[in-house]
């Protein structure tokens, strides 16, 4: 059974730091690439980073780009999220995903999801 | 960039109904379309993709069509279960998902 958990969610000062991560099992990890994708109370879904499956490739939402890092240890099955400079419109509950693949090809849409993690950036 | 406008934000209907909800992409996304449902304090759960493939375990009550730009997820019988919020996503280029239709009981 896919499993993934998040943790390391809080909250944190305007301008600060927080590093989530995502712990994942049931499946090879290493053979997904992964993605944060975050909700702010009461509104949509938005991706906010993606990194390939070796972690060679990182991909970020304008909004987070420069400030937010990726990043996976394939030995631990886990993924991050370092976050520095926060500002309050990053508050939000952040989901890590996996990629769904079909029997030919793998997109960027997800098939599972964590619990998510609440991040509140306030002072 | 690709902008996703989903239609109606909201909807009322009744169990038993027959309801369709519409995504719209600013530019052709071929049939990279993904539709989600997601329920409140619940993570999104994936139910179509390649717009109109029924992820494995979806109700087949669910359908979606569409391709190029115009999109719709239909739910043929609603169940009390199908309340929830829909969200559209476009995979075509860095993941956008649509604002959201929030699905209520009548």
């Known amino acids: 059974e896919v499993q993934l958990l998040e943790s390391g969610g809080g909250l944190v000062q305007p301008g600060g730091s927080l590093r989530l991560s995502c712990a994942a099992s049931?499946?090879?990890?290493?053979?997904?690439?992964m993605s944060w994708v975050r909700q702010a109370p009461g509104k949509g879904l938005e991706w906010v980073s993606a990194?390939?499956?070796?972690?060679?490739?990182?991909y970020y939402a304008d909004s987070v780009k420069g400030r937010f890092t990726i990043s996976r240890d394939n030995s631990k099955n886990t993924l991050y999220l370092q976050m520095n400079s926060l500002r309050a419109e990053d508050t939000a509950v952040y989901y890590c995903?996996?990629?769904?693949?079909?029997?030919?090809?793998?997109?960027?849409?997800?098939?599972?999801w964590g619990q998510g993690t609440l991040v509140t950036v306030s002072s | 960039a690709i902008r996703m406008t989903q239609s109606p934000s909201s909807l009322s209907a009744s169990t038993g109904d027959r309801v369709t909800i519409t995504c719209r992409a600013s530019?052709?996304?071929?049939?990279?379309l993904a539709w989600y449902q997601q329920k409140p304090g619940k993570a999104p759960k994936l139910l179509i993709y390649?717009?109109?493939t029924l992820q494995s375990g979806v109700p087949s009550r669910f359908s979606g069509s569409g391709s190029g730009t115009d999109f719709t997820l239909t739910i043929s019988c609603l169940q009390s279960e199908d309340f929830a919020t829909y969200y559209c996503?476009?995979?075509?280029?860095?993941?956008?998902f649509g604002q959201g239709t929030k699905l209520e009981i009548k």
């Open positions: 390649a717009a109109s």
């Open positions: 995903a996996k990629e769904f693949c079909s029997s030919t090809s793998c997109h960027t849409l997800y098939d599972y």
């Open positions: 990194i390939s499956g070796s972690g060679g490739s990182t």
């Open positions: 530019q052709g996304i071929s049939s990279y």
């Open positions: 996503q476009q995979y075509y280029s860095y993941p956008l």
């Open positions: 049931g499946f090879t990890f290493s053979s997904y690439a």
